[in-house]
């Protein structure tokens, strides 16, 4: 079981980064998807979720409005499209899938948001 994130990096204040993570060695479609974030001495942060079959998604308020989490099923990939970022927003992101019976963790992507 592989979930590998990608696309973090440094991003000045109002900038964008889209996070993808693709999964492998499961069944992604019955995975539900989420997007986790940890900022350093913080507790983890719950960010965005989406349903198995992309009907519904899920944001915190923090990030609601700026991020968008979608799933493509074919290439076993969620992705999370973050604009308008902001210093706060600065953190490793981590890609889960959970479903009754599973809970997967990636490694992690790190975002900066600096000036």
């Known amino acids: 079981v592989q979930l590998v994130e990608s696309g973090g990096g440094v991003v000045q204040p109002g900038g964008s980064l889209r996070l993808s993570c693709v999964a492998s060695?499961?069944?992604?479609?019955?995975?539900?998807m989420s997007w986790v974030r940890q900022a350093p001495g913080m507790a983890p942060e719950w960010v965005s979720g989406?349903?198995?079959?992309?009907?519904?998604?899920y944001y915190a308020d923090s990030v609601k409005g700026r991020f968008t989490i979608s799933r493509d099923i074919a290439k076993n990939t969620v992705h999370l499209q973050m604009n308008n970022l902001k210093v706060e927003d600065a953190a490793v992101y981590y890609c889960?899938?959970?479903?009754?019976?599973?809970?997967?963790w990636g490694q992690g992507t790190q975002v900066t948001v600096s000036s």
């Open positions: 060695g499961f069944i992604f479609s019955d995975e539900r």
């Open positions: 889960n899938a959970i479903s009754d019976y599973d809970n997967y």
């Open positions: 989406i349903n198995r079959r992309s009907t519904s998604s």
